[in-house]
Antibody, heavy 120, light 105 residues
Framework: QVQLQESGPGLVKPSETLSLTCTVS????????WSWIRQPAGKGLEWIGR???????NYNPSLKSRVTMSVDTSKNQFSLKLSSVTAADTAVYYC??????????????WGQGTLVTVSS | DIQMTQSPSSLSASVGDRVTITCRAS??????LNWYQQKPGKAPKLLIY???NLERGVPSRFSGGGSGTEFTFTINSLQPEDIATYYC????????FGQGTKLEI
């Protein structure tokens, strides 16, 4: 059973960079797309972007200028960096695996989510 | 960017009811539409992929339909455990979620 676990600081100061890592266990990180999705309290889901294990990325245009994703296949991890954060970036951040192929394209495994608060 | 609009935003129903949620895309997305269920404090769970395909292990009372710009998600014979927020998500161009429909009994 594949499991994803987010980790990183729960509190980030305004204007600083939010950094999160997702560790994948129970399966290989290779040959899949891996996404970050966030959800402000009481609000809907926002797709931040994704990375393939080759390092190829796609980002949400609304966040693209501030987002960097990376992958470390040796550690079965992928990471998110979001720069110049403000209170509007306060949210639960999820990592998720995306199946992309002839049988469908969807998020099948998710982490439990980690709350990141932006505050001084 | 493709925008996804769900309606209604919230819905109150009774056990045994048939419930339908609509999702509209700002552009033609063919069948590239998924539906997720999210319960409080939990990650979303895939229910339907590519508009009408039921994910393995998901009860058959859940179904989806539509193509192009208009899609529907239906729960036949609502059960108490179906209380959740439901989201549509397009995967035709990048990825976008609808704003969600909160289902209450």
């Amino acid at each position: 059973q594949v499991q994803l676990q987010e980790s990183g600081p729960g509190l980030v100061k305004p204007s600083e960079t939010l950094s999160l890592t997702c560790t994948v266990s129970g399966g290989s990180i290779s040959s899949y797309y891996w996404s970050w999705i966030r959800q402000p309290a009481g609000k809907g889901l926002e797709w931040i972007g994704r990375i393939y294990t080759s390092g190829s990325t796609n980002y949400n245009p609304s966040l693209k200028s501030r987002v960097t994703m990376s992958v470390d296949t040796s550690k079965n991890q992928f990471s998110l960096k979001l720069s110049s954060v403000t209170a509007a970036d306060t949210a639960v951040y999820y990592c998720a695996r995306e199946i992309v192929g002839a049988t469908g394209d969807y998020f099948d495994y998710w982490g439990q989510g980690t709350l990141v608060t932006v505050s001084s | 960017d493709i925008q996804m609009t769900q309606s209604p935003s919230s819905l109150s129903a009774s056990v045994g009811d048939r419930v339908t949620i609509t999702c509209r895309a700002s552009h033609d997305i063919s069948k590239f539409l998924n539906w997720y269920q999210q319960k409080p404090g939990k990650a979303p769970k895939l229910l339907i992929y590519d508009a009408s395909n039921l994910e393995r292990g998901v009860p058959s009372r859940f179904s989806g339909g539509g193509s192009g710009t208009e899609f529907t998600f239906t729960i036949n014979s609502l059960q108490p455990e179906d209380i959740a927020t439901y989201y549509c998500q397009q995967h035709d161009d990048l990825r976008t979620f609808g704003q969600g429909t909160k289902l209450e009994i």
